[in-house]
């Protein structure tokens, strides 16, 4: 399994990004997707999460700014960032708890190889 993520690039404060993050591969089904970040000499934070009911959570600081959304049918996660600041400037990576068979979580996450978003003032 292999989760590519997209979407990073250069925005001026107050701008607009929207990230995707295809999961592809041998995949039964999937419990929650996410979005972490981590800046330079930060630890990663979670962003938003959402799971497969839809049920979704965010990090307080971007609550009102940034909405997370899946397509289920295309193993797709997005995060569409409005009103961006130049705090947001941070690599972005998605993740996946994925299901075996018979419906139950494995044991690990899967993580995508990272987007850069960086906003200027």
């Known amino acids: 399994v292999q989760l590519q993520a997209s979407g990073g690039g250069l925005v001026q404060v107050g701008g607009s990004l929207r990230l995707s993050c295809a999961a592809s591969g041998t995949i039964f089904g999937i419990a929650a997707m996410g979005w972490y970040r981590q800046a330079p000499e930060n630890q990663r934070e979670l962003v938003a999460v959402?799971?497969?009911?839809?049920?979704?959570t965010y990090l307080d600081s971007v609550k009102g700014r940034f909405t997370i959304s899946r397509a289920n049918a295309k193993n797709t996660v997005y995060l569409q960032m409005n009103s961006l600041k130049s705090e947001d400037t941070s690599v972005y990576y998605c993740n996946a708890d994925l299901l075996d068979r018979l419906g139950d979580p494995l044991p690990f996450t899967y993580w995508g190889q990272g987007t850069l978003v960086t906003v200027s003032s």
């Open positions: 959402i799971s497969s009911d839809g049920t979704t």
